[in-house]
């Protein structure tokens, strides 16, 4: 089953592959588990290929790919175990300034294509973890901003930030350059990843630190969401396809009573179980990037429970086939359940997105 992959399409997701596959090493993840290393598997790579030009439009230098190319280039991602924000930047950054903001923005994304400007964004802590909002302030005709953000992710490696903020109880979405915000505290994520909690103390403001307007900051907010759910998604899809491919290897080399596990029907079932649940998520998953639209809530959420609830089920699966070694730190399996886990952690989970779907 290719599901409706063009040749072109194709072509992109070899092209990925070539360059994430060289530079995939378990141990040095391992490792920035164990050390708190700041290493990012795949994020220089694909910087370098070019790649945060895929959302942009030609005409500004980019490669005017498609989000379901996109979404594409994200199963890739997750299956080789990336770190980095190429979602804070293709979504966040290249894909909402230039629906929304292109003409007055048009700079910034230049400078994420050549990779002068690197985004970071706290929304999902902001918007599904009910987070701090920093509040805007009117001082003697000067607009003022302070307030806290917590758990920025990659927030060392950027050079802006784009929150939602409020004025008058009013949400408005900013962006503005971390150069002149505190860090207050580092934690770190189950991958080691480095999260921080940042304070913005009274940095003044202008008219170029909006994203939209009073109009559609609701729609720009639904828009940035949908995207970042179905492309964590796609990550999510990724990582489970290479528990799948690791988990035959495993079985297809394990002797038991004689003989190789693969050759029990049981083994056979379980691996077919697996195969059906992954494929039917990714079938939705590519089927929903090519329609996505600011309006349509639902479409996110009825991914991420898919998400949540199956590839939930097959990391387990995966776990109770392999047995003790899958619970070992140099095999990896654990990685890739960290991966899955944190992610269906993230952006809300079933019972809040049950909710969307049921009103």
């Known amino acids: 089953m290719n599901f409706n992959i063009n040749e072109t399409q194709s072509m992109l997701i070899s092209s990925a592959k070539e360059v994430l596959s060289n530079k995939y090493d378990l141990k040095l993840i391992n490792k920035r588990i164990d050390t708190k290393s700041n290493y990012l598997s795949g994020w220089k790579e694909l910087q370098e290929q070019g790649f945060m030009g895929m959302l942009a439009k030609e005409s500004i230098g980019g490669y005017g790919l498609s989000f379901h190319e996109f979404s594409l280039i994200m199963e890739v991602w997750g299956t080789y175990l990336c770190s980095g924000p190429i979602i804070e930047n293709s979504i966040a950054g290249v894909l909402t300034l230039q629906k929304y903001n292109e003409s007055k923005f048009s700079d910034t994304i230049k400078k994420i294509i050549r990779n002068q400007c690197v985004i970071t964004t706290p929304l999902s802590n902001q918007f599904y973890e009910k987070g701090n909002i920093p509040e805007i302030k009117k001082i003697q005709n000067k607009m003022y901003i302070s307030g806290s953000l917590c758990k920025v992710p990659f927030f060392e490696l950027s050079t802006h930030i784009i929150f939602i903020a409020k004025q008058n109880n009013n949400p408005k979405i900013m962006i503005l350059p971390t150069n002149k915000i505190n860090i207050e505290k580092v934690i770190f994520d189950l991958l080691g990843n480095k999260l921080v909690n940042i304070y913005i103390e009274n940095n003044e403001i202008s008219d170029k630190n909006f994203i939209g307007d009073d109009n559609n900051t609701h729609e720009i907010i639904d828009f940035m969401m949908n995207h970042i759910i179905i492309s964590k998604c796609s990550e999510m899809i990724g990582a489970s396809e290479a528990v799948l491919n690791k988990t035959i ?58 998400c949540n609830e199956s590839l939930n089920t097959i990391i387990w699966d ?29 952006l809300g989970d079933t019972e809040f997105h049950s909710k969307i779907l049921l009103s």
Do not use: C, P
Request: net charge positive.
């Open 318 to 346: 995966a776990h109770q086939l392999h047995g003790a070694i899958g619970f070992t730190w140099d095999y990896g399996l654990h990685l890739y359940t960290r991966k899955i886990l944190m992610n269906k952690s993230v």
């Open 249 to 306: 290897d495993y079985i297809k080399n394990r002797e038991q009573f004689g003989r190789s596990l693969a050759s029990f029907q049981s083994i056979q079932h379980k691996i077919s179980e697996i195969f059906t649940l992954i494929s039917e998520t990714k079938e939705l998953s590519r089927y929903l990037s090519k329609i996505i639209s600011s309006n349509q809530k639902k479409h996110s959420s009825l991914i991420k429970i898919k």
